[in-house]
């Protein structure tokens, strides 16, 4: 079934969507798992990614009556782990951690040989992951207009960093640049935390980053908070304006994390791993470390279904970015 689109056409097929969980029975949606589970994550132990994932498998693991052991394969944005689990018999015993740089791997890494679109099924959105604009302290700003307006003001001179090519750190990067007119140079590491390190020292002087990274660094004072990309502001950082506040109405632009599995994983398995994902989420534990993360939780109904659908209109919105921009990834 895949997730109905085809390639990134993103067209939605009328009856494409995922088996209604309704048409499983609970004796079937029982008898799984009956072995251990692999949850593959595309990004290093250590990671924003790989904090959730330890988090909602500890208490999946409980829920579920079986182990789930977080195997770490990071590269590429996470595209590397995802090729990987593409590969894989789908039996319900190897899921992946999905980002939004999987989505466009067709665009950003065409030599990694597999297709999100076809290769995957969606089980339940884990969190939306928003990010921030910041500043080295050595930059001398302390708001986006002072920060524009030194961009403007020297062409060439300022940088910004994001988390890797193809990254939505990268993506926000671009589509600020093009819709303020800020002549940056892009700067890419591997991982926000990377960034951050460089901006430390002066050697990058913005960047773009989860608020999960970045928190400590801002709460502490040593790099400025400029701006946040999401629907909102962030609690974790209230007094940090929302991109929008300045104008900018269509740059909401959080990332995202979600659970999906090989194509051909039988709808009784997904049913489960659905019916645990929701049950962690709804953790009182769960919700105080994602609301201290900075991480925004999906909808109490969080189904296949409606992951589907917001993985078609987001992966059609940021193609299009990538070609407005004309971001060109590893050919």
């Given at each position: 079934m895949g997730l109905c689109r085809n390639g990134l056409g993103l067209l939605i097929v009328a009856g494409c969507g995922f088996p209604a969980l309704g048409a499983v029975?609970?004796?079937?949606?029982?008898?799984?798992?009956k072995r251990p589970i692999t949850w593959v994550v595309g990004a290093a132990p250590?990671?924003?990614?790989?904090?959730?994932?330890?988090l909602l498998t500890t208490l999946?693991?409980?829920?579920?009556?079986?182990?789930?052991?977080?195997?770490?394969?990071?590269?590429?944005?996470?595209?590397v782990g995802a090729a990987s689990v593409a590969k894989v018999a789908p039996d319900g015993y190897t899921v992946?951690?999905?980002?939004?740089?999987?989505?466009?791997?067709?665009?950003?890494?065409?030599?990694?040989?597999?297709d999100f679109a076809k290769d995957f099924v969606p089980v339940g959105m884990i969190a939306r992951i928003p990010f921030v604009l910041v500043a080295g302290n050595h930059v001398g700003v302390t708001t986006l207009p002072?920060?524009?307006g030194k961009a403007r003001a020297t062409p060439g001179k300022y940088t910004c960093a994001s988390g890797g090519l193809g990254s939505t750190s990268h993506l926000i990067c671009e589509a600020l640049k093009d819709q303020a007119s800020l002549p940056w140079a892009h700067i890419p590491?591997?991982?926000?935390?990377?960034?951050?390190?460089?901006?430390?020292?002066?050697?990058?002087?913005?960047?773009?980053?989860?608020?999960?990274?970045?928190?400590?660094?801002?709460?502490?004072g040593r790099i400025r908070a400029l701006a946040v990309f999401s629907d909102g502001r962030v609690p974790a950082i209230p007094d940090v304006p929302d991109i929008k506040e300045f104008g900018f109405s269509d740059m909401s632009a959080h990332g995202w994390c979600a659970l999906v599995a090989p194509t051909g994983t039988p709808s009784h398995a997904i049913a489960r791993l659905n019916k645990s994902l929701?049950?962690?989420?709804?953790?009182?534990?769960?919700?105080?470390?994602?609301?201290?993360?900075?991480?925004?939780q999906p909808s109490p109904v969080n189904t296949p279904d409606m992951?589907?659908?917001?993985?078609?209109?987001?992966?059609e919105i940021w193609t299009r970015v990538l070609e407005q921009t004309q971001i060109r990834g590893l050919q």
């Open positions: 029975s609970d004796a079937e949606i029982e008898v799984y798992p250590g990671d924003a990614a790989d904090v959730v994932a330890r999946m693991a409980r829920e579920l009556g079986q182990e789930i052991i977080i195997a770490n394969r990071p590269g590429a944005t996470g595209n992946y951690m999905a980002m939004r740089p999987v989505a466009l791997h067709k665009v950003m890494f065409r030599q990694i040989k597999y002072e920060a524009i590491y591997s991982g926000s935390v990377a960034s951050l390190i460089d901006m430390l020292g002066g050697r990058t002087d913005f960047a773009l980053a989860t608020v999960t990274a970045a928190l400590p660094l801002i709460t502490s929701n049950t962690a989420l709804s953790n009182d534990s769960v919700r105080k470390k994602f609301a201290d993360l900075g991480y925004i992951l589907e659908t917001f993985l078609v209109a987001d992966t």
